[in-house]
Nanobody, 129 residues
Framework: VQLQASGGGLVQPGESVTLSCTTS????????MGWFRRAPGKVREGVAC????????GYAESVKGRFISFRNKSENTVYLQMNSLKPEDTAVYYC???????????????????????WGQGTQVTVSS
């Protein structure tokens, strides 16, 4: 199982950035994915989760309505589109996967980060004017 998050950078408040999580070495459909972040001086927190199987998603309240996670099936890549960015979104962002099909169609909560054993290297997103 290999994951690589990329796409971070320096953006201004209100702007957008899309992160990519490129996967290899496993069949993504049979896994579930989470996006997490660690802000300076804070513990890592969950941001979003996504079912590559059915495309359903879940989001933390702090990003709901601004962030969207989706999959490009032809590339085995999952994306996190982050809109209307705020300075408090500044963090290192990580993607993680765990075997097992999950669905969030009915509003099931995202799994806790302890439930993910495979993690990619993070990518820094800095929101500053």
């Amino acid at each position: 199982v290999q994951l690589q998050a990329s796409g971070g950078g320096l953006v201004q408040p209100g702007e957008s950035v899309t992160l990519s999580c490129t996967t290899s070495g496993f069949t993504l459909n049979y896994y579930h994915m989470g996006w997490f972040r660690r802000a300076p001086g804070k513990v890592r927190e969950g941001v979003a989760c996504m079912s590559p199987y059915d495309g359903s998603t879940g989001y933390a309240e702090s990003v709901k309505g601004r962030f969207i996670s989706f999959r490009n099936k032809s590339e085995n890549t999952v994306y996190l589109q982050m809109n209307s960015l705020k300075p408090e979104d500044t963090a290192v962002y990580y993607c993680a996967v765990e075997p097992g099909i999950k669905s969030y169609i009915n509003g099931s909560p995202c799994p806790e980060q302890d439930g993910f054993r495979s993690w990619g290297q993070g990518t820094q997103v800095t929101v500053s004017s």
